[in-house]
């Protein structure tokens, strides 16, 4: 008999964003004060939460494609937060936070987060950090590309987080 009955999608939403908190505790600068999120789903939710638990995080940049959702969502997160949450039309401005999280692209828009839409923009100054929970295949490896070799970037991937999750320390 279940002892139980959990709705998944939430479960995996505070798990992923609890690994990405992890993650942003051990390895990104200590006095990282913005976060950038790409994508205006439930994750976001959860990743704004997690990053701002453990870095002081002041200012959440929000870009979606839909930018009334983006809008929608920085509304309720500033209230709900008392940070300074904004959704802005510029992946740009998301993508030059000192933290940065892409949650749930969609392979079509990968490739332009990577390149065009960050200019590089992924393109660290020293010390940013990404997370970069995007599934996997082509959009993952996209963002990855645009951020790799580039300074001392922190890069989470999802395959880093599933053999962490099938083989913890």
Known sequence: TPVAL??????????TAAASGL???????????????????????????A???????????????????????AARQ???TGLTVTASPDPEEAASCD?????RIPASS???????????A??????RHVLAQSGIGPRREAIVAGASGLGDASVLCRAQQDRFDAHPP
């Open 51 to 73: 990053v701002a638990a453990v870095r002081p995080i002041r200012k959440v940049v929000i870009w979606g494609r839909d930018a009334e959702k983006a809008r929608a969502l």
């Open 110 to 120: 990968a490739s332009r987060i990577s390149s065009e839409s960050t200019n590089g």
């Open 6 to 15: 959990v709705e998944g999608a939430s479960v995996t939403a505070i798990r």
């Open 78 to 80: 500033a209230e709900r």
């Open 122 to 127: 992924i393109h660290q100054p020293q010390g």
């Open 99 to 103: 933290v940065v999280t892409t949650v």
């Open 23 to 49: 993650a942003t505790r051990e390895l990104a600068r200590a006095d990282a004060a913005s976060h950038g999120i790409f994508w205006t789903g439930v994750q976001a939710v959860t990743h704004i939460d």
